[in-house]
């Protein structure tokens, strides 16, 4: 092959590392993204038993948001196999326990499910801040988009900016606010 | 026979009023409001603002020929040259109806202006809202500090910052908007997990196929 077409050949089936913030990402719509990175299916070479997946690389699994009352209500069951071996633990307990498998569950859930499944949870790497390994940050040249926007707190906007805001209303004549 | 108790009950609870007026308009300012000295135990209780309050009247001493007067002149508003402009006239129309604003429980800039600082909702009164849109701001700024995004609007013992809080209420969570019924019939969103496509299989390949044969005239 000449250059061109070598270069052309490293390009294509070559793997990009992808960089995922997590942080106020709801994990299961963040799953079906990460899913289809890692599958392939964002290339025009794909197919599905060759191993064309890329490499993301999941950060702040932390903090991670769930809707409403998920973190009390949602629940992982385990067996054992043992009689006597059923597990239920809600999603806050093992969120306390590892910060990661919320994700890691996640994601395995939405990939398909067959046997490519475990080479491409190989491709995963997630972890819980923003303190990742420097020969895994050296690899990374692409990030993907979050889904949700960040919300701002009130107490981390400037003074100056909620003092200056618009105002809805005029306070009343004779009343004394607190 | 109703009536009647009604007005029994009225006669009974009427406040007994032996301030004047004029003291008691410079009582809210809390400018004359002296602590009491001595309390039923003996001790001292201090009033003690920790918040600056807002004061409604200003003294203004003035002198003209040998006259000198001492007014109390109400104060303008810190809000006067911020306020939002009504676009429909119509005063029958609330502020948040005409702007026709789509509030997210993330719209914290909006949603702490309905707030004191102890973090509770001014009344409707005080707002001009109308019912609809004062139930909605409720359940966002109830969305909001479940959220744990306005910490700082909060009564003294509360834990409002949801790093101090225990167990699964330290998490991050989000709320969805649609869920507010008043809300529901006239924002309609796309759900969040209709943006990216699930992962279909694709069907198995037909072997062969069977198509009739063409019949040729002969």
């Known amino acids: 092959m000449s250059l061109t077409r070598r270069t052309q050949q490293w390009a294509t089936f070559g793997r990009t590392w992808y960089l995922y913030d997590m942080k106020w990402q709801n994990p299961f719509h963040s799953a079906r993204k990460i899913a289809y990175v890692l599958s392939g299916r964002n290339k025009p070479i794909f197919e599905d038993r060759t191993d064309c997946g890329d490499h993301v690389v999941a950060i702040n699994s932390r903090h991670i948001s769930l809707p409403g009352n998920e973190w009390e209500k949602r629940v992982y069951y385990h067996h054992t196999g043992y009689p006597g071996g059923a597990t239920w633990t809600l999603a806050h307990e093992l969120h306390a326990k590892d910060p990661t498998i919320i994700v890691e569950k996640a994601v395995y859930s939405a990939l398909d499910k067959d046997l490519t499944r475990h080479g491409r949870m190989r491709k995963l790497h997630i972890f819980p801040d923003d303190k990742v390994p420097e020969k895994i940050m050296q690899n990374v040249t692409h990030q993907l988009r979050q889904m949700r926007p960040v919300p701002v707190r009130l107490d981390h906007i400037p003074k100056d900016v909620v003092d200056n805001f618009p105002k809805i209303f005029d306070w009343p004549k004779d009343f004394v606010l607190k | ?218």
């Open chain 2, 1 to 218: 026979f109703y009536f009647s108790k009604q007005i029994n009950k009225m006669l009974i609870h009427q406040p007994i009023r032996t301030i004047p007026t004029f003291i008691k308009c410079f009582q809210r300012t809390n400018l004359f409001k002296s602590p009491p000295l001595y309390n039923f135990f003996g001790a001292t209780s201090l009033q003690i603002h920790t918040s600056s309050p807002r004061f409604l009247k200003e003294i203004v001493t003035t002198e003209d020929n040998n006259v000198i007067t001492i007014e109390g002149k109400y104060v303008e508003s810190p809000r006067q040259g911020q306020l939002v402009k009504n676009p429909i006239e119509d005063k029958k129309v609330c502020v948040l109806c005409a702007l026709n604003l789509n509030l997210k429980h993330t719209d914290v800039l909006i949603l702490s202006q309905f707030l004191r600082s102890d973090g509770c909702i001014l009344p409707r009164r005080i707002t001009g809202l109308c019912k609809r849109q004062q139930k909605i701001v409720t359940y966002l700024v109830a969305m909001a500090q479940k959220a744990g995004l306005m910490p700082n609007l909060n009564p003294k013992p509360s834990k409002m910052d949801p790093e101090l809080r225990y167990g699964p209420k330290k998490y991050k969570r989000y709320f969805i908007e649609d869920t507010i019924r008043e809300y529901s019939f006239k924002y309609k969103t796309k759900p969040e997990s209709d943006y990216y496509p699930l992962i279909k299989t694709k069907p198995p390949p037909v072997v062969f196929k069977l198509t009739p044969k063409k019949l040729t005239p002969n």
